[in-house]
């Protein structure tokens, strides 16, 4: 039973993945309480192409939400490769599993659970001034790394921003990749590197990376989009094999490292990458703003809706799992820092340093979970 204390009124900044399983979840905890997520955009503008779900990360869902992960798995694509492309090789690591699902696809399926319990979305309305909701018991920010909730209260989150200095841009690609496919080259046009997987039975994610130094010299922040779009298709054009690049709000950025000291200031709470956020490379973006909302709710329930209680619990208990992830993921940014430097080790050498970037998997864990791999790296190691 819940106390006196369960909140009436909430309301959800942003209507990406983590804003609608707040709402969904928050709405089935407090059945009369008036919840509403709201969005800048207008519905049906989705940016980015496909979304990394592990095995690991699903289950974990799965063990709070099981009709959730149920839906999610009819739209996914599997694989259990990495495969690693550099001097004119393809190495293959086995054991590394891996889901993605189209993110259109993703918000579609939250959307239908938001119907399930009598919500929808308020699109295209863009709050400058959080004042609107001063009557709000718990305003939850998942707005993203650009937060309004966040930005408005840096000083009492204790935010931390800082920019990493290469520079990607995220494309889709009209065609599927049957692995987790990572491609560094070094060309006419200076060193890149591609992560694609499919999302799809026909489609991919393709994001393209290059250092600072090398987009500097290329000019690529004169290039439009469309300029973009085909510059790297003839970077790429041996791994397309014909496809093309899909833009999407594809322009060149640097990957913003945002941390915050304090995940909740009076009545407001930051989740997903407005709390923090997490570099590309280990893919696991929507699933930590989805195991935020999860344990920010199961802090929520286990307070008996005493919100200041209920946020200093969901920090106490979550931030333990999310610094390790944070920790692996610095590690990982740091390595894509240096990827063209990297480069000029031996093809099997780069793949191990590779897979060990990110310092979560210890040599004996390797070998179990990639055995192949461990074999192949032994042989070409002792010459072989």
């Given at each position: 039973m819940m106390s006196n204390s369960r909140p009436r009124k909430i309301r959800i900044l942003g209507a990406g993945p983590a804003g609608l399983y707040a709402a969904y979840r928050l709405k089935r905890l407090f059945p009369t309480a008036d919840v509403a997520v709201v969005e800048?955009?207008?519905?049906d503008v989705t940016f980015g192409f496909g979304v990394?779900?592990?095995?690991?990360?699903?289950?974990?869902?799965?063990?709070?939400?099981?009709?959730?992960?149920?839906?999610?798995?009819?739209?996914?694509?599997?694989?259990?490769?990495?495969?690693?492309?550099?001097?004119?090789?393809?190495?293959?690591?086995?054991?590394?599993?891996?889901?993605?699902?189209?993110?259109?696809?993703l918000l579609r399926l939250l959307n239908d659970k938001l119907r399930e319990v009598g919500l929808a979305p308020i699109f295209g309305k863009a709050i400058t001034d959080l004042s609107e909701f001063g009557d709000a018991d718990l305003i939850v920010g998942a707005d993203g790394a650009n937060s309004l909730v966040r930005s408005k209260n840096e000083l009492e989150f204790g935010t931390k921003i800082?920019?990493?200095?290469?520079?990607?841009?995220?494309?889709?690609?009209?065609?599927?990749?049957?692995?987790?496919?990572?491609?560094?080259?070094?060309?006419?046009?200076?060193?890149?590197?591609?992560?694609?997987?499919?999302?799809?039975?026909?489609?991919?994610?393709?994001?393209?990376?290059?250092?600072?130094?090398?987009?500097?010299?290329?000019?690529?922040?004169?290039?439009?989009?469309?300029?973009?779009?085909?510059?790297?298709?003839?970077?790429?054009a041996d791994v397309l094999e014909g496809a093309q690049l899909v833009s999407n709000r594809s322009i060149w950025r640097q990957f913003p490292k945002i941390t915050n000291a304090r995940w909740s200031y009076k009545n407001m709470v930051l989740v997903g990458d407005a709390?923090?956020?997490?570099?590309?490379?280990?893919?696991?973006?929507?699933?930590?703003?989805?195991?935020?909302?999860?344990?920010?709710?199961?802090?929520?329930?286990?307070?008996?809706?005493?919100?200041?209680?209920?946020?200093?619990?969901?920090?106490?208990?979550?931030?333990?799992?999310?610094?390790?992830?944070?920790?692996?993921?610095a590690r990982s940014a740091n390595w894509y820092e240096h990827f063209d430097q990297n480069m000029a080790l031996a093809p099997w050498e780069f793949a191990h340093e590779y897979i060990s970037r990110s310092g979560r998997v210890a040599p004996d864990r390797l070998a179990s979970t990639c055995p192949e791999f461990v074999r192949r790296y032994t042989e070409w190691k002792s010459g072989k």
């Open positions: 800048q955009n207008p519905p990394v779900l592990s095995a690991q990360g699903l289950q974990f869902l799965a063990d709070d939400d099981p009709e959730l992960v149920r839906a999610i798995s009819g739209g996914l694509e599997s694989w259990q490769d990495i495969e690693i492309r550099i001097g004119g090789e393809r190495i293959r690591i086995d054991g590394i599993g891996f889901t993605a699902i189209g993110r259109v696809i800082e920019m990493l200095t290469n520079w990607f841009a995220w494309f889709g690609a009209s065609r599927p990749f049957d692995a987790l496919t990572q491609t560094f080259k070094v060309t006419d046009s200076g060193p890149f590197n591609a992560h694609h997987y499919r999302y799809s039975p026909t489609q991919s994610t393709f994001l393209v990376e290059t250092t600072a130094a090398n987009f500097e010299r290329c000019g690529l922040a004169k290039f439009s989009v469309e300029e973009s779009r085909g510059f790297c298709e003839k970077v790429f709390l923090r956020t997490a570099h590309y490379s280990i893919g696991s973006g929507t699933r930590l703003a989805l195991e935020d909302v999860q344990a920010l709710v199961n802090a929520i329930e286990t307070s008996q809706g005493d919100i200041p209680a209920a946020l200093a619990l969901y920090e106490t208990q979550r931030r333990p799992v999310v610094e390790k992830l944070l920790d692996a993921a």
